[in-house]
């Protein structure tokens, strides 16, 4: 199934699932839901809807029902997601393929970890034998594209020196420029790297399970945070009782690997 058609499904769900009549005169809670929307498949704004679909979309509904509230998914970036996310009363929960960093974890509240990942290159197929390792990649001449803000760009900034770096400012995007050959790679999550592959015939995802760096995906909470034990306690029983399991195959069609220690 394409995207497209996962995404359709997706808000057909959100639509089909309709918002409780109390909604309207503020008698149900909302769970406020810092999202990027530009990391498929576990999370996209749609365009032209502005609706929400993937895994971690579908993670957060489950989380709000857990909690008996309307789940209200609030757009950030890369660079602001930090700062939205700690500014009072804009977003009780970050979620969306956030990486567990030390920076992050200075100024946020951490949940357990719920998907292994790690940095791989994504190159045009022409080019797989070009751009395989680090060395490869960083020579002059090179042109590697990256999503400004996160973890893309600083791997990329502190591994390819002597490369020339492309900030794209739409994610969502990012991809097509390879495809049109405007850059040469993209290292990015592997989960992201295989997806995109799939989307796009002529990208492939280097060596995605030999990654460049092991990394694990957490959701964020600001410090202090009143649900932080609700949203602990829920995620232990979702990785556990089948719930993210059953969310990542509707998406990936194949079962979520083993929660990350």
């Known amino acids: 199934m394409s995207f497209a058609a996962?995404?359709?499904?997706?808000?057909?769900?959100?639509?089909?699932?309709?918002?409780?009549?109390?909604?309207?005169?503020?008698?149900?809670?909302?769970?406020?839901?810092?999202?990027?929307?530009?990391?498929?498949?576990?999370?996209?704004?749609?365009?032209?809807?502005?609706?929400?679909?993937?895994?971690?979309?579908?993670?957060?509904?489950d989380l709000a029902a857990h909690l008996g509230r309307e789940p209200v998914f609030v757009a950030t970036t890369w660079p602001t997601l930090i700062a939205d996310l700690t500014s009072p009363g804009m977003c009780d929960i970050a979620m969306g393929g956030i990486t567990d960093t030390p920076e992050r974890r200075?100024?946020?509240?951490?949940?357990?970890?719920?998907?292994?990942s790690g940095k791989t290159p994504v190159v045009a197929a022409g080019n797989a034998d070009r751009f395989a390792s680090i060395e490869q990649i960083d020579q002059p001449g090179v042109r590697v594209i990256e999503n400004s803000g996160g973890t893309n760009e600083q791997f990329a900034r502190k591994n390819f020196p002597r490369a020339k770096i492309i900030i794209w400012g739409d994610n969502t995007t990012i991809f097509d420029q390879l495809a049109a050959g405007d850059a040469d790679v993209m290292v990015t999550d592997a989960l992201e790297a295989v997806y995109q592959a799939s989307l796009?015939?002529?990208?492939?995802?280097?060596?995605?399970?030999?990654?460049?760096?092991?990394?694990?995906?957490?959701?964020?909470?600001?410090?202090?945070?009143?649900?932080?034990?609700?949203?602990?306690?829920?995620?232990?029983?979702?990785?556990?009782?089948?719930?993210?399991?059953?969310?990542?195959?509707?998406?990936?069609?194949?079962?979520?690997?083993?929660?990350?220690?």
């Open 6 to 61: 996962m995404a359709l499904a997706g808000v057909i769900a959100m639509s089909a699932a309709g918002t409780p009549p109390a909604a309207a005169g503020g008698g149900v809670a909302t769970l406020k839901v810092c999202t990027t929307g530009d990391y498929p498949p576990l999370t996209h704004r749609d365009p032209e809807t502005g609706r929400y679909s993937g895994v971690d979309i579908d993670m957060a509904t």
């Open 106 to 116: 200075r100024i946020t509240e951490v949940t357990q970890p719920y998907l292994s």
């Open 200 to 261: 796009h015939p002529g990208l492939v995802a280097q060596h995605p399970e030999r990654p460049f760096t092991s990394e694990v995906k957490v959701y964020l909470l600001p410090e202090d945070s009143p649900i932080e034990g609700p949203v602990d306690s829920w995620l232990a029983g979702a990785l556990h009782d089948g719930t993210f399991d059953g969310i990542y195959r509707r998406w990936l069609h194949a079962p979520a690997p083993d929660p990350p220690r």
